[in-house]
C-alpha cells in the first residue's frame, strides 16, 4: 500500500474521534461577549490539549485584550509542526466561536449535547467552525501517528471572535503577530463551502451597505397639496437605484452572480395610519461591488440620483455608509495554494475544484488584506448559524484526506 492510501485508511477510522472531539468542542460553549457570553477560554484549552498530544514544535497564545471577557482576553492559538522553520509553512485557520442557538424551541434536542443520527451529527458549531478545526487536525494527525515525516512545516489555527468581527481574533493576530506567517506560506480557511467540496474561494466583491433618509412634509392625507410624500420620493428612488446595474454593468465569471448587484432591502416603518402623508422614509441598499469598481464611484452615482429626484420634488435626500469593505486583491488562480487544493481534492473525490469569488464577508479578506494569499474551502451544504446546524461525520473524514495530502505534498 502507497503512504498515502495507508494515511487515508487511518482517516476512514477516526469515525469515534470526529464524534467525541466533536461532542467536547460543543459542550464549551464559546460565546463573544457582543454575544452574551465570556469568550473561546475553555473550548480553547481544549484544543490546546488536543494540539499538544500532536506534540507541536512551537505553540502560542495571542492573548487579544477585551475587558468584557473572561480574565480580560480572547484566547488565539497558533501551533506549528516544523520540518524546517525556514521553510513554507501550510497554515489551517478555523475559529473558535460560535453564534447564539436563538430560538431554542426551533431545535429538536439541546444545541450543545451533540446528536449522532447515522452520518449525521448535530450541535451548534459543528459545522460551523469545528467541521473545519476536527478535518484539518485529524488529517495531521493521522500522518504523525503513522510516523510520517513532514516535507514542509504544517500550521494550525484556532481563532477567537470570528463571528462577531474578528478585532480580537484574526484581525489582532495579523496586527500584532504578521511575523508568524510568510509570503511563501499555503493558508486554508475552511469556513465556507459547496456540498460537493469543488468550490475554492479565492475572492470577494466589495461591500457597501448605505441608509437613505428621504425628508418631505408631513400632512393629512385628505390635502396632500400641503405636503410633500416622502414614500413617493423613496419610491421614485428606488426605482431610478435599478439603473446601477447598467452603469457599472462588468462581469467577471470567476464571480457567481458574475456581476454587481445592488439590493434595496430594508425599509422602516414609517406613520401608523392610512390617512397621514408620510413625513420621513428610511430605507437601506445593499451593494456587492465587483473589484474593478470603486465604493466611492457608486456612492457618487447614488447621490447624483438622489440629489435629482430630491430637486424636482422638493425633498432632502441623505446618504450614510452603514457598512463599507473594499474588497482585497483576489488571491491569484495559479497561487501554490489553489494548485495545491484542487490536486487534493481530485485525489480524493476525484471531483475537478473551481476557483470561485462570492458575494464577500470571509475572515480570509483580512490575510488577503495583509498580502497573504488565503483560499477559503471545504465540503459542507451550509448548515451554519441555523436551528440543527449540523454537519456529516463522512465529509470531515474526506476533507481531512485533502489536507493530509496536502500538508504531505503541498
Ligand atoms: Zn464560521
Given at each position: 500500500?502507497?503512504?498515502?492510501?495507508?494515511?487515508?485508511?487511518?482517516?476512514?477510522?477516526?469515525?469515534?474521534d470526529v464524534i467525541?472531539?466533536?461532542?467536547?468542542?460543543?459542550?464549551r460553549?464559546?460565546?463573544?461577549p457582543?454575544?452574551?457570553?465570556?469568550?473561546?477560554?475553555?473550548?480553547t484549552t481544549?484544543?490546546t490539549?488536543?494540539?499538544?498530544?500532536?506534540?507541536?514544535?512551537?505553540?502560542?497564545?495571542?492573548?487579544?485584550?477585551?475587558?468584557?471577557a473572561?480574565?480580560?482576553?480572547?484566547?488565539?492559538?497558533?501551533?506549528?509542526?516544523?520540518?524546517?522553520?525556514?521553510n513554507r509553512?501550510?497554515?489551517?485557520l478555523s475559529?473558535?466561536?460560535?453564534?447564539?442557538?436563538?430560538?431554542?424551541?426551533?431545535?429538536?434536542?439541546?444545541p450543545?449535547?451533540?446528536?449522532?443520527?447515522?452520518d449525521?451529527?448535530?450541535?451548534?458549531?459543528?459545522?460551523?467552525?469545528?467541521?473545519?478545526?476536527?478535518?484539518?487536525?485529524?488529517?495531521?494527525?493521522a500522518?504523525?501517528?503513522?510516523?510520517e515525516?513532514?516535507?514542509?512545516?504544517?500550521?494550525?489555527?484556532?481563532?477567537?471572535d470570528?463571528?462577531?468581527?474578528?478585532?480580537?481574533?484574526?484581525h489582532?493576530?495579523?496586527?500584532?503577530?504578521?511575523?508568524?506567517?510568510?509570503?511563501e506560506?499555503?493558508?486554508?480557511?475552511?469556513?465556507?463551502?459547496?456540498?460537493?467540496g469543488?468550490?475554492i474561494?479565492v475572492?470577494?466583491k466589495?461591500?457597501?451597505?448605505?441608509?437613505?433618509?428621504?425628508?418631505?412634509?408631513?400632512?393629512?392625507?385628505?390635502?396632500p397639496?400641503?405636503?410633500r410624500?416622502?414614500?413617493?420620493?423613496?419610491?421614485a428612488?428606488?426605482?431610478?437605484l435599478?439603473?446601477?446595474?447598467?452603469?457599472?454593468?462588468?462581469?467577471?465569471n470567476?464571480?457567481?452572480?458574475?456581476?454587481?448587484?445592488?439590493?434595496?432591502?430594508?425599509m422602516?416603518?414609517?406613520?401608523?395610519?392610512i390617512?397621514?402623508i408620510?413625513?420621513?422614509?428610511?430605507?437601506?441598499?445593499?451593494?456587492?461591488?465587483?473589484?474593478?469598481?470603486?465604493?466611492?464611484?457608486?456612492?457618487?452615482?447614488?447621490?447624483?440620483m438622489?440629489?435629482?429626484?430630491g430637486n424636482?420634488?422638493?425633498?432632502?435626500?441623505?446618504?450614510e455608509t452603514?457598512?463599507?469593505?473594499?474588497?482585497?486583491?483576489?488571491t491569484?488562480?495559479?497561487s501554490?495554494?489553489?494548485v495545491a487544493?484542487?490536486?487534493?481534492?481530485?485525489?480524493v473525490?476525484?471531483?475537478?475544484?473551481?476557483?470561485?469569488g462570492?458575494?464577500?464577508?470571509?475572515?480570509?479578506?483580512?490575510?488577503r488584506?495583509?498580502?497573504?494569499?488565503?483560499?477559503?474551502?471545504?465540503?459542507?451544504?451550509?448548515?451554519?448559524?441555523?436551528p440543527?446546524?449540523?454537519?456529516?461525520?463522512?465529509?470531515?473524514?474526506?476533507?481531512?484526506?485533502?489536507?493530509a495530502s496536502v500538508?504531505?505534498?503541498g
Amino acid at each position: 500500500m502507497s503512504k498515502m492510501a495507508e494515511i487515508f485508511k487511518r482517516i476512514d477510522g477516526y469515525r469515534d474521534d470526529v464524534i467525541n472531539i466533536q461532542k467536547e468542542l460543543t459542550s464549551r460553549v464559546a460565546l463573544s461577549p457582543s454575544n452574551g457570553g465570556t469568550g473561546e477560554h475553555e473550548k480553547t484549552t481544549y484544543v490546546t490539549h488536543l494540539l499538544q498530544d500532536l506534540k507541536p514544535d512551537f505553540i502560542e497564545e495571542v492573548k487579544a485584550p477585551d475587558e468584557r471577557a473572561f480574565e480580560g482576553y480572547r484566547p488565539n492559538l497558533l501551533a506549528r509542526w516544523d520540518d524546517d522553520p525556514k521553510n513554507r509553512t501550510v497554515w489551517v485557520l478555523s475559529h473558535s466561536d460560535i453564534v447564539p442557538p436563538g430560538d431554542l424551541s426551533l431545535w429538536d434536542s439541546d444545541p450543545f449535547k451533540v446528536r449522532v443520527v447515522g452520518d449525521r451529527i448535530i450541535g451548534r458549531g459543528v459545522e460551523d467552525n469545528q467541521h473545519g478545526f476536527v478535518s484539518s487536525y485529524l488529517g495531521l494527525k493521522a500522518i504523525l501517528d503513522a510516523g510520517e515525516t513532514l516535507h514542509h512545516s504544517v500550521g494550525l489555527a484556532v481563532v477567537a471572535d470570528e463571528e462577531t468581527g474578528s478585532a480580537f481574533g484574526l484581525h489582532y493576530v495579523l496586527k500584532n503577530r504578521k511575523d508568524l506567517f510568510q509570503k511563501e506560506d499555503l493558508i486554508i480557511v475552511p469556513d465556507a463551502g459547496n456540498e460537493d467540496g469543488t468550490m475554492i474561494e479565492v475572492a470577494e466583491k466589495s461591500m457597501l451597505w448605505l441608509k437613505c433618509s428621504v425628508t418631505g412634509k408631513q400632512c393629512h392625507a385628505s390635502t396632500p397639496q400641503k405636503g410633500r410624500n416622502s414614500l413617493v420620493g423613496a419610491a421614485a428612488l428606488i426605482l431610478a437605484l435599478q439603473e446601477l446595474g447598467t452603469l457599472f454593468p462588468g462581469n467577471d465569471n470567476l464571480f457567481s452572480p458574475p456581476h454587481s448587484t445592488f439590493a434595496t432591502t430594508k425599509m422602516e416603518a414609517n406613520v401608523p395610519n392610512i390617512n397621514t402623508i408620510p413625513g420621513k422614509d428610511v430605507f437601506y441598499l445593499d451593494c456587492r461591488i465587483l473589484p474593478r469598481y470603486q465604493t466611492e464611484e457608486v456612492l457618487y452615482s447614488c447621490r447624483e440620483m438622489a440629489d435629482r429626484i430630491g430637486n424636482n420634488r422638493g425633498l432632502k435626500i441623505q446618504w450614510e455608509t452603514v457598512q463599507r469593505q473594499e474588497a482585497p486583491e483576489p488571491t491569484p488562480l495559479d497561487s501554490p495554494v489553489v494548485v495545491a487544493l484542487a490536486r487534493a481534492i481530485k485525489e480524493v473525490t476525484g471531483r475537478e475544484a473551481k476557483p470561485m469569488g462570492i458575494g464577500g464577508g470571509t475572515v480570509a479578506a483580512f490575510f488577503r488584506k495583509y498580502g497573504f494569499p488565503a483560499a477559503v474551502w471545504s465540503t459542507s451544504a451550509d448548515t451554519a448559524h441555523q436551528p440543527n446546524e449540523s454537519c456529516l461525520i463522512s465529509d470531515i473524514l474526506s476533507d481531512a484526506k485533502v489536507f493530509a495530502s496536502v500538508y504531505l505534498r503541498g
